[in-house]
């Protein structure tokens, strides 16, 4: 599986962006999708994930009300609309995949996903 993360860039405070995940190549028939965010010199955090049916959403504290994770099956294309966007937010934006993903709890664990994307930066300026 490849995932191409688009969307990234520069930003003020207080705005919005929409990123985009795009998934091709062999899959599973149903699979999980996680965003996760590593900032200059920091760990990779996870950001938010979402079941196959989109039924089963999870975000981090830290984004909960601002971000939103959705995805559309038809395109392969997962989804996070980021809004009311803070410096520390900055950050390159990762998309995974996580083919045993059962929405059961938000695999915030990055080890538990199988594919990842080459990463999206978001820069907010303050």
């Known amino acids: 599986v490849q995932l191409q993360a688009s969307g990234g860039g520069l930003v003020q405070a207080g705005g919005s962006l929409r990123l985009s995940c795009a998934a091709s190549?062999?899959?599973?028939?149903?699979?999980?999708m996680g965003w996760f965010r590593q900032a200059p010199g920091k760990e990779r955090d996870f950001v938010a994930s979402?079941?196959?049916?989109?039924?089963?959403?999870y975000y981090a504290d830290s984004v909960k009300g601002r971000f939103t994770i959705s995805r559309d099956n038809a395109k392969n294309t997962v989804y996070l609309q980021m809004n009311s966007l803070k410096p520390e937010d900055t950050a390159v934006y990762y998309c995974?995949?996580?083919?045993?993903?059962?929405?059961?709890?938000?695999?915030?664990?990055?080890?538990?996903?199988?594919?990842w994307g080459q990463g999206t930066l978001v820069t907010v300026s303050s």
């Open positions: 190549g062999p899959a599973s028939s149903s699979y999980g």
């Open positions: 995974a995949l996580d083919t045993n993903y059962s929405g059961s709890y938000n695999y915030s664990w990055a080890f538990e996903y199988d594919s």
């Open positions: 979402i079941s196959w049916s989109g039924g089963n959403t």
